[in-house]
T-cell receptor
Framework: KAGVTQTPRYLIKTRGQQVTLSCSPI?????VSWYQQTPGQGLQFLFE???????NKGNFPGRFSGRQFSNSRSEMNVSTLELGDSALYLC???????????FGPGTRLTVL | DAKTTQPPSMDCAEGRAANLPCNHS???????VYWYRQIHSQGPQYIIH???NNETNEMASLIITEDRKSSTLILPHATLRDTAVYYC????????????FGTGTRLQVTL
């Protein structure tokens, strides 16, 4: 079974731009969660989508948004990029019982 | 969600057992203990989880104290590939998709 895939793996943007990251969960998984990892703040939960609905949300500004499609693939969008948005963005999928999450390799975003 | 306390770093000789402690004194009755690890520059990897009973799988064993206020992850025969940051997380099944990662324990396995 294929793992969680994320595209692109690396991205460089400038301040003020927006970016869209994509995540394809493991086949059959309907829950997709997004996390941000920075050296200063560590791993922080952004939001979770289940069956195309946002079900949990972390403490991030409204510039961070996401969506999920009917095939469970998910995208997250960051608008008006700031230097502090430079981070590794991780996506994880889980099955119905939520016992474990399977993480993708992440997208490393650099904002210049 | 309950918070956890882990030592920032530990060393272990290859081939020996690595015992990683975690304190979660404010854990509530329906919260599980999850362990994940993150090898440098990769996404976190699920290791094991438990509620009150000790658990074992092909990767590790999880020992939870009777009062559930602390637990220990045991890697029975550590290898160099086990060098990683290990995270102990507590949460209910309803929040298992919203993991709250702490700073973890950086385990260094040496020859």
């Amino acid at each position: 079974k294929a793992g969680v895939t994320q595209t692109p793996r690396y991205l460089i943007k400038t301040r003020g731009q927006q970016v869209t990251l994509s995540c394809s969960p493991i086949s059959g998984h309907r829950s997709v969660s997004w996390y941000q990892q920075t050296p200063g703040q560590g791993l922080q939960f952004l939001f979770e989508y289940f069956s195309e609905t946002q079900r949990n949300k972390g403490n991030f500004p409204g510039r961070f948004s996401g969506r999920q499609f009917s095939n469970s693939r998910s995208e997250m969008n960051v608008s008006t990029l700031e230097l502090g948005d430079s981070a590794l963005y991780l996506c994880a999928s889980s099955s119905l019982d939520y016992r474990e999450q399977f993480f993708g390799p992440g997208t490393r975003l650099t904002v210049l | 969600d309950a918070k956890t306390t882990q030592p920032p770093s530990m060393d272990c000789a290859e081939g020996r057992a690595a015992n990683l402690p975690c304190n979660h004194s404010t854990i509530s009755g329906n919260e599980y203990v999850y362990w994940y690890r993150q090898i440098h520059s990769q996404g976190p990897q699920y290791i094991i989880h438990g509620l009150k009973n000790n658990e074992t799988n092909e990767m590790a064993s999880l020992i939870i104290t009777e009062d559930r206020k602390s637990s220990t992850l045991i890697l029975p025969h550590a290898t160099l590939r086990d060098t990683a940051v290990y995270y102990c997380i507590v949460g209910g099944t309803g929040t298992a998709s919203k993991l709250t990662f702490g700073t973890g324990t950086r385990l260094q396995v040496t020859l």
